[in-house]
């Protein structure tokens, strides 16, 4: 019988780990991209923003040679950050993620381009203003600029739709199932977490050390393990992209306190189940 209630133990807190290792990973995707005031902290703007606007730059140097030739990619750089201000990313990336956030999911999300349409005129002016200089004297600039902006604000639509309609099923279930237990995701992870430490308590009620000491090896197991999956993630994302190491970033960063945090609780629990029993518990012989 006391076999059989060890190997319980043992799977038990064998289960623990993949627990700790996935529900930390969701508690920091929670924490961060899937909230929306991760869009308007710093940690963003630093972070991401400038990849942002970088990417867009190049993109109009890419379609728009002549822009290229005329304005230095600095210049084009600030007046992008003048139409796409770090506002506008966070409050389009809060409205969409208030639309997903809904059950049923919504078969598309709207995304509004009214507040970069609003911001147009102001780069456009000041980006002849810098490439004036380089154009011929008799070119009618103001004319051409009215035209330039006006097409630029008749090219760009009101709104941007993502279909979520094109999505698998099972894409869609999960997502829903997602969007469900966000809310009580913490809760869950933490009741998990305590009712594996009650259970191998209740199989190994005694003597009242060896629970502190199986309690505490699966706790600091889980931490330990956390620890070197965060380590192994942050090299790993050094061989990619520089883009991917950013997205892991974040992640990364809000893991360390969950995981940190489990292996000091695991370290006090060995040490209360080494050290406890031999000065106040004082077990007996029979035990």
């Keep these: 019988m006391n076999i059989f209630r060890g190997f319980l133990a043992i799977v038990t807190a064998l289960t623990l780990i993949p627990i700790v290792i996935f529900g930390t990973l969701i508690l920091a995707t929670t924490n961060t991209y899937l909230n929306p005031d991760f869009y308007r902290s710093d940690t963003f703007e630093d972070l991401f923003y400038d990849v942002i606007v970088t990417e867009i730059s190049n993109q109009l140097i890419e379609n728009q040679a002549e822009l290229g030739k005329l304005l230095d990619a600095s210049d084009i750089k600030e007046e992008v950050r003048t139409v796409i201000t770090p506002e506008i990313v966070s ?4 409205d969409a993620l208030i639309q997903i956030n809904q059950i049923p999911l919504p078969d598309e999300i709207i995304i509004s381009t009214g507040a970069i349409k609003a911001n ?6 000041s980006l002849f203003e810098k490439m004036q200089p380089n154009l011929p004297i008799e070119l009618p ?5 009215e035209q330039f902006q006006n097409e630029m604000i008749d090219y760009i639509p009101p ?5 979520l309609s094109e999505l698998p099923q099972e894409a869609r279930n999960g997502l829903a199932i997602i969007i ?3 809310d009580h995701f913490l809760e869950s992870f933490l009741l998990s977490v305590g009712l594996h430490l009650a259970i191998i308590g209740l199989l190994i009620w005694k003597p009242a050390q060896k629970i502190l000491k199986w309690i505490g090896a699966a706790i600091l197991a889980s931490g330990i393990i956390t620890f070197a999956f965060i380590k192994t993630l942050m090299i790993g994302t050094e061989s990619f992209e520089e883009l991917i190491t950013l997205i892991a970033g974040p992640i990364l960063g809000t ?13 006090a629990c060995l040490a209360l189940g080494f050290i406890l029993p031999h000065t106040i518990l ?5 035990e």
């Design 91 to 94: 409050s389009t990336i809060e």
């Design 120 to 125: 147009l005129p102001l780069a456009i002016d």
């Design 141 to 145: 600039i103001d004319s051409i600029k």
């Design 159 to 163: 709104q941007v739709s993502l279909p």
């Design 180 to 182: 469900l237990g966000l």
């Design 255 to 267: 893991m360390y306190p969950w995981s940190i945090g489990f292996i000091i609780a695991g370290i």
């Design 282 to 286: 004082m077990p007996t012989k029979n």
